[in-house]
């Protein structure tokens, strides 16, 4: 199965750190790991991506096992506005196909 | 401003017609797809296009139908065929980049309701 396992829902505090993890153990050494949030009924958006090396960027940072079987995505201090669905996806065919499990809710308390 | 558009927003339609979603980006991808989203569960691929006149199916891609005649445009149709048809449609693009795709921008989706 392509689909990746995460936790159905994650709660924080706001302003601090949140660590979501997610478990590919089926992944190959092509497939790229890719992170997006949804919002309720918008479009979902793209976070972070990374094949092999901890990944950082304005949004987040993205931590890969060295065995590549799972990988943990690291808000550094969560707000109100991170409140969503995050999916865990393997990326396919060179990051052409997307396969979506059904995502960690992640809701922050403030 | 760069972007991904669909229309309508939300759409109804009586069973048994054919439907048309419009899917818009002037990014200059090459590559675009189509996604359908059930209530609480992720996106499932139904289409997907990687050049002008060509595409291929994704899981799900029964009772569907999609044309790529222009870069920017990229329609699905959910025929008769599709036996459950009312659900979240969400259209997307990405660059390729050095012999593979990165991010996927998306559109804000259609939602449609067959009665």
């Known amino acids: 199965d392509a689909k990746t396992t995460q936790p159905n829902s994650m709660e924080s505090n706001e302003e601090e750190p949140v660590h979501l993890p997610c478990n590919h153990s089926?992944?190959?050494?092509?497939?790229?790991i890719h992170w997006y949030r949804q919002l309720p009924s918008q479009g979902p958006e793209y976070v972070i991506h990374?094949?092999?090396s901890n990944v950082n960027n304005r949004m987040a940072s993205l931590a890969i096992a060295e065995d590549r079987k799972s990988s943990t995505l690291i808000l550094h201090r969560a707000t109100l506005r991170d409140a969503a669905v995050y999916y865990c996806?393997?990326?396919?065919?060179?990051?052409?196909?997307?396969?979506f499990g059904a995502g960690t809710i992640l809701r922050v308390k403030s | 401003d760069g972007g991904i558009t669909q229309s309508p927003k939300y759409l109804f339609r009586k069973e048994g017609q054919n439907v048309t979603l419009s899917c818009e980006q002037n990014?200059?991808?090459?590559?675009m797809y189509w996604y359908r989203q059930d209530p609480g569960q992720g996106l499932r691929l139904i289409y997907y296009s990687q050049i002008v006149n060509d595409f291929q199916k994704g899981d799900i891609a029964e009772g569907y139908s999609v044309s790529r005649e222009k870069k920017e445009s990229f329609p699905l149709t959910v025929t008769s065929a599709q036996k459950n048809p009312t659900a979240f449609y969400l259209c997307a693009s990405s660059e390729r980049r050095g012999g593979s795709y990165n991010e996927q921008f998306f559109g804000p989706g259609t939602r449609l309701t067959v009665l």
């Open positions: 990014l200059n991808h090459d590559a």
């Open positions: 089926t992944i190959s050494g092509t497939d790229y």
């Open positions: 996806i393997r990326s396919m065919e060179y990051g052409n196909k997307l396969v």
């Open positions: 990374g094949l092999t």
